[in-house]
């Protein structure tokens, strides 16, 4: 009887081993010594992470990739043909293609480094979802341009007379290419003169305001391009385009004018300058150059527009050379959306332009406005550009959470009451955000930083989780998921997700 009990028992204690190893792997140390919850890199720090921490979440990552990728249909972003008939005219019998927003060349042959004889390519610049970007030279002008080539056509349908225009070559098109056509407009450039770009809401008073695109990168072309379907480095291409060199793919691609670079260069740039700057002094240095930035949100929220897509990578600095001061541009319309973009809007036959906000299954106050999340996201920026170009990072995080400084406190002020655009630029001209105060304080006014090294990482990375760019109606990314185990992955703080 004896002898039939101890494989029991045996077999309980085995369980009961195995379920305290599992908790141990689902409890890291990190946690046990009640230090901030941060798994990923917290564990590489301490020298505890194991193989099964990596194939734990590597399983969920996997799981929810698929989830995202296979979500329904009517999730996905779209742009209705009722608002692409924003950029037709239909005062005539029929409606067409206005003559201020027709490209220079609809269709261009893409061979060797060139597109036709007009754009001449000089390096890659980067690669995202939606396509690639490079850096090409206008031979016409002799100017830099950003040419963006898209890798899919996307979902937007196209209105008849926009695909008589390309031949037919595509019937649907990227949503950024409407979207800048109608909201940012069209620059022509010819006798080497450049026109001012003006959008289809300008031009179409009948239906709507006058809309003016200033804060907003326009494009200079776009163009179906048609590429050999065989690369040239490729081992097909050796094989098979002796026997089939007619055999082209089409694909749409952008042209907007090169910028010396985006925020996150600039302030890169002005870290390495060697001005040692201080939070304060780049706040009082740029805040006026932010506060346009706000402006130019607050005019495309007041046509009906959200931009959906704000972070320091889509916000490029123009550099004036004639003296009137530099302006930060917001490109990246890809993702703009109508204000009115509710899911009952979807039964109501209102124009709508994206679906994402309702990806994640919940809502929050950014979700239910979509114009300030627009805001809340280009604080965000503006935090990080405070913190990157400043001489000491840890001097930055210490002020933003002790509320101190004039800008930390326009920031925490709006995520306890968020307000519009407009009403947010007025507030910064305000006394309580004036710029120039935090200088007045002296040290005594400064956060007494702490000097242990754990505090300071814990410091670091919630600064990072705070500023950390999440937008509401965006898809889960690789870099996303990256950051996310980074920062705590399944062992970080639900309530600060």
């Known amino acids: 009887m004896l002898k039939t009990q101890r494989p029991i028992t045996s077999s309980v204690q085995n369980k009961a081993s195995s379920f305290k190893a599992m908790a141990r792997i689902l409890w890291p140390p990190a946690i046990q010594d009640k230090v901030y919850p941060f798994a990923g890199s917290t564990l590489v720090l301490v020298g505890r992470l194991k193989l099964t921490h990596v194939i734990i979440c590597t399983v969920l990552t996997t799981a929810f ?26 005062q ?10 027709r490209p220079l060349e609809p269709i261009r042959i893409a061979k060797a480094n060139r597109f036709d004889n ?27 341009v950003l040419v963006k080539s898209y890798s899919h056509h996307a979902n937007a349908p196209m209105e008849p007379a926009w695909a008589d225009l390309f031949c037919h070559e595509l019937t649907t098109w990227p949503t950024e290419i409407p979207a800048t056509l109608l909201l940012a407009g069209l620059e022509k450039v010819s006798s080497n003169r450049r026109h001012s770009a003006h959008g289809n809401l300008t031009r179409q008073s009948h239906r709507h305001a006058s809309f003016q695109p200033g804060g907003l990168v326009p494009a200079l072309d776009y ?10 480095s490729s081992l097909f291409a050796l094989l098979l385009r002796p026997v089939f060199p007619s055999w082209t793919t089409p694909r749409w691609t952008l042209v907007t004018p090169w910028r010396a670079g985006s925020l996150d260069y600039f302030a890169a740039v002005l870290k390495k300058s060697g001005g040692n700057f201080s939070p304060a002094q780049l706040d009082a240095l740029h805040r006026p150059v932010f506060a346009g930035l706000v402006s130019s949100l607050a005019e495309l929220h007041a046509k009906g527009y959200c931009h959906n ?3 320091s990578a889509n916000i490029f600095v123009d550099k004036d050379d004639d003296g009137g001061g530099d302006q930060w541009l917001l490109s990246g319309l890809g993702q703009v959306r109508h204000v009115a973009g509710h899911r009952s809007d979807l039964a109501s036959g209102q124009r709508f332009w994206t679906v994402g906000a309702w990806a994640r299954g919940r809502r929050s106050r950014w979700e239910a406005d979509c114009r300030l999340d627009d805001v ?3 604080l965000k920026s503006y935090m990080s550009f405070l913190r990157a170009a400043s001489s000491d990072e840890l001097s930055f995080d210490g002020d933003l959470y002790a509320m101190r400084a004039t800008w930390s406190r ?7 009451a968020p307000v519009p655009a407009e009403e947010l630029v007025d507030a910064m001209s305000g006394e309580r955000y004036m710029t120039g105060a935090d200088d007045e304080m002296g040290d005594d006014g400064r956060v007494m930083l702490m000097m242990d090294e754990k505090k300071e990482e814990a410091l670091r990375l919630a600064v990072d989780m705070e500023l950390a760019w999440t937008n509401v109606d965006g898809t889960w990314s690789w870099e996303g998921w990256w950051r996310w185990w980074k920062l705590g992955g399944l062992w970080q703080r639900f309530d600060q997700v």
């Open 92 to 101: 005539g019998a029929s409606p067409s293609v206005p003559l201020h927003l």
């Open 65 to 90: 990739f698929i989830v995202a990728v296979l979500r329904p249909e009517g999730l996905k972003n779209e742009l209705p043909i009722s608002d692409a008939s924003d950029l037709l005219d239909i």
């Open 309 to 311: 897509n704000v972070k």
């Open 223 to 232: 163009f179906v391009a048609l590429e050999p379907v065989f690369s040239s």
């Open 118 to 144: 007009r754009y001449e390519f000089e390096r890659h610049l980067g690669r995202s979802r939606e396509g690639s970007t490079m850096l090409y030279r206008d031979m016409y002008t002799g100017t830099q």
């Open 376 to 378: 809340r996201l280009a």
């Open 410 to 416: 326009l920031y925490w002020d709006f995520v306890k």
